[in-house]
């Protein structure tokens, strides 16, 4: 990836930053929607230059950042068109070159909801009845949970952004993982911006 943009969110009294936040990404996830092929993929990648990740707390920070290899695609998308009517909460940069500088990559993909302890509790017992826990079976459910009390809470140590699904209305959390990675990966990304597969530059 060879450029960029990025957009920088703007808190205000009538608006809280997370509502900032599935604001502005929905209007992005559309414009990707716009420029999508066959596939519903796109050539134009997502990162949060900010993002942490863990406890007690997560982040997205204030800033996403969009990736694409020509200054074309970028311009294609025409951000500031989707972007009018939030204005007042953020703030889109011009497109410039990835700084030579930039020699980290990262992945930056999405995440469903991990099953919930009681969930798993319920699943490990009945396995456990099938005779498919051995030495580690358990005789109910409550010895089940207690076995999974420390199970990770991996949901609240990621980042998300609320939106609404455009098919069916529901709303949902989009759950982000972002992670550094070694070696840098070309592809192609999905309509909300996030890959499997491919890397983006970091810094």
Known sequence: M?????????AADD???????????????LALVSVKDAK????????????????PTHRLGTKLRLFAQTEAELTQLQLATWLD??????HISSIKAVPATASKQVMVRRVHPPASVDALARRYAKRSAAGKHGAQAVSSVDEARQRLQHYPDTLHQLGFIPLKSLSTGADFNLILRQDV??????????TYGLSRGATLPHW
Do not use: C
């Open 2 to 10: 060879h450029y960029y943009v990025d957009l920088k969110m703007l």
């Open 15 to 29: 608006m809280p930053l997370h509502q900032v936040w599935s604001n502005v990404y929905m209007q992005v996830h």
């Open 40 to 55: 519903n993929q796109v050539p134009i990648g997502l990162s949060f230059p900010e993002y942490y990740a863990g406890k």
């Open 85 to 90: 009517r939030l204005s007042d909460y953020v």
């Open 181 to 190: 990675v070694d070696t840098a990966q070309v592809g192609l990304f999905s």
